[in-house]
């Protein structure tokens, strides 16, 4: 056998063997061992739960905004009710730039919901045919999503439950909405089709759906003008390479009215939702670093345990010729198998949590609190390999300090120490 091979022969020899069950080492092994796999499993769970929860609030952000919103420039800055041109051509305009997915126009306009009892001030927002209604589709709770149109009124309006809740209405009522602005009064008599929850409570307090036809027609708008047009890009990561190609095609010209074209990401739009998500990635490192600490704790106890506990054996191996380099590289593979076991149960309890929690929604939540009903999970591959890897690498590097310890032990007064 060779010189190199010796030490990890010798470290699986010790691992394997059940040897005496009265051993100190033998709880001393279980508790390190089971300090990785808590240690582990709590860093799945909490970057699961992290990363499915950002990505939960970003959906809902971005399904009810877009990526990229694309209007007239003082409305952007001070949102505020400015029509821009928004013709076939200039949505052709918009679909062809690279990285764009899908493109759909939207108005706004501000008014009140009335019924016999109650009212409620409300925005609507008015979208056309070419509306992506998928992602109401996914939340939509009872009725279904109206056929908007830019050509014709067709009188319904979609709702949150929020709203339904307030007015004490629900689908197939009729409501009356008002519009109070500088031309007067003007009323809409609406017909409740579809009611939707996302639990976003900004949105779900404010926002109702209606046609694209209605809205342009009570802001007194051209037919071709709109608030502006939402922009779903392919990739949310690139984001900002895609904002950089509407701001060179796009912002700054100005439309046949005069008015001037800009954009803003949702980012922009919605800058304290993401910055709070952004904060949540701090909490992801304090608890990867406290758990990291903790295992590796745990394994330095039980290494100096092992350590001491093997006096006679690291005596025998010095008295037969072994180096200190040795006898250490001998107690890190030991510790090294420690790890693995460890990491193996982390990864089995960490993983089946996380499948019981996707697949039967277990742990629920207050939505009015955290915008969910139940703990999101996201399962991501690649941050599992990547967080076993830095726990067993930070482990073993912080074990060559305590492995230092076989250099004092001296073999004449080792063979006496048991």
């Known amino acids: 056998m060779s010189h190199n091979k010796l030490p990890l022969f010798i470290a699986r020899r010790i691992f394997l063997q059940n ?15 089971a300090g990785v796999a808590i240690g582990l499993a709590v860093m799945l769970v909490s970057v699961s739960v992290v990363f499915g929860f950002k990505h939960s609030i970003e959906e809902k952000v971005i399904g009810l905004g877009s990526h990229i919103q694309v209007g007239e420039f003082t409305a952007l800055q001070n949102q505020e009710p400015y029509p821009i041109q928004m013709n076939d051509s200039m949505l052709q305009v ?3 730039i690279k990285g764009v997915r899908h493109v759909q126009r939207f108005a706004m306009k501000q008014g009140i919901l009335k019924t016999d009892n109650d009212f409620l001030g409300v925005t609507f927002k008015g979208v056309g045919p070419e509306f992506d209604s998928t992602f109401l589709h996914q939340h939509l709770i009872k009725g279904s999503i109206p056929a908007f149109s830019d050509s014709t009124s067709s009188n319904h309006i979609l709702l949150s439950m929020t709203m339904a809740e307030k007015l004490q209405v629900q689908c197939g009522d009729k409501l009356s909405a008002y519009f109070i602005d500088g031309n007067g009064l003007r009323a809409r008599r609406l017909t409740i089709q579809g009611i939707y929850q996302t639990n976003l409570t900004a949105y779900d307090n404010a ?13 007194r708008w051209e037919s071709d003008q709109a608030s502006g047009a939402e922009v779903k890009v392919d990739d949310f990561n690139k984001l900002e390479e895609t904002e950089a190609l509407f701001i060179n095609k796009v912002n700054r010209t100005v439309d046949q009215y005069g008015e001037t074209y ?3 990401t949702i980012r922009e739009i919605s800058p304290q939702i993401f910055h709070w998500l952004d904060l949540l990635d701090l909490n992801v490192w304090i608890i990867l670093a406290l758990m990291i600490a903790v295992a590796a704790i745990t394994m330095v106890s039980g290494l100096l345990i092992i350590i001491l506990e093997r006096t006679s054996m690291i005596g025998i191996l010095k008295a037969l010729g072994a180096t200190n380099t040795t006898i250490r590289h001998i107690f890190l593979w030991f510790a090294t198998f420690i790890i693995g076991r460890g990491l193996l149960w982390g990864n089995v309890i960490g993983i089946g949590l996380l499948l019981l929690q996707q697949l039967t929604g277990i742990v629920r939540l207050d939505p009015n609190i955290y915008y969910v009903d139940t703990v999101p999970v996201d399962m991501n591959w690649l941050a599992f390999a990547a967080i076993n890897l830095l726990t067993l690498v930070v482990s073993v590097f912080i074990l060559i300090a305590p492995s230092y310890l076989v250099a004092h032990i001296h073999p004449a007064k080792s063979m006496r120490y048991e």
Request: aromatic share 6%; proline share 3%; no cysteine.
């Open 94 to 96: 918009l679909r062809h």
């Open 19 to 33: 040897g005496d069950k009265s051993k100190v080492s033998r709880p001393a092994i279980r508790i390190a061992t």
């Open 207 to 219: 926002l109702a759906f209606i046609d694209l036809y209605t809205t342009v027609r009570l802001n």
């Open 262 to 264: 800009s954009s803003k």
